[in-house]
Nanobody
Framework: QVQLVESGGGVVQAGGSLRLSCAASGIIFSHYVMGWYRQTPGKQRELVAS???????NYANSVKGRFTISRDNAKNTVYLQMNSLKPEDTAVYYC?????????WGQGTQVTVSS
């Protein structure tokens, strides 16, 4: 049974920081591309950042220079360090694991940035 469990969301003032974590189980974590997505009501889920098994990263233009994705294969965990947060970063953040045709999602964690 695959599980992705996100944590670390919350309420923060603009300019503040949060670190999201996603702990994976039931998969060979080191083989998967891991990603963070976010979604606000009425909008499509969008990619925030991703990291390959080899450590290559990709970021949405809106978060470049502010967010950092990383992974710890020994802990089966992917992180998203979010700095200089803006009100427009408010969303539910989801963890995603992809390998070939297999794609798994976490339940999401709410991030709210107050102005």
């Amino acid at each position: 049974q695959v599980q992705l469990v996100e944590s670390g969301g919350g309420v923060v003032q603009a300019g503040g920081s949060l670190r999201l974590s996603c702990a994976a189980s039931g998969i060979i974590f080191s083989h998967y591309v891991m990603g963070w997505y976010r979604q606000t009501p009425g909008k499509q889920r969008e990619l925030v950042a991703s990291i390959t098994p080899g450590g290559s990263t990709n970021y949405a233009n809106s978060v470049k220079g502010r967010f950092t994705i990383s992974r710890d294969n020994a802990k089966n965990t992917v992180y998203l360090q979010m700095n200089s947060l803006k009100p427009e970063d408010t969303a539910v953040y989801y963890c995603n694991a992809v390998l070939s045709m297999y794609s798994y999602w976490g339940q999401g964690t709410q991030v709210t940035v107050s102005s």
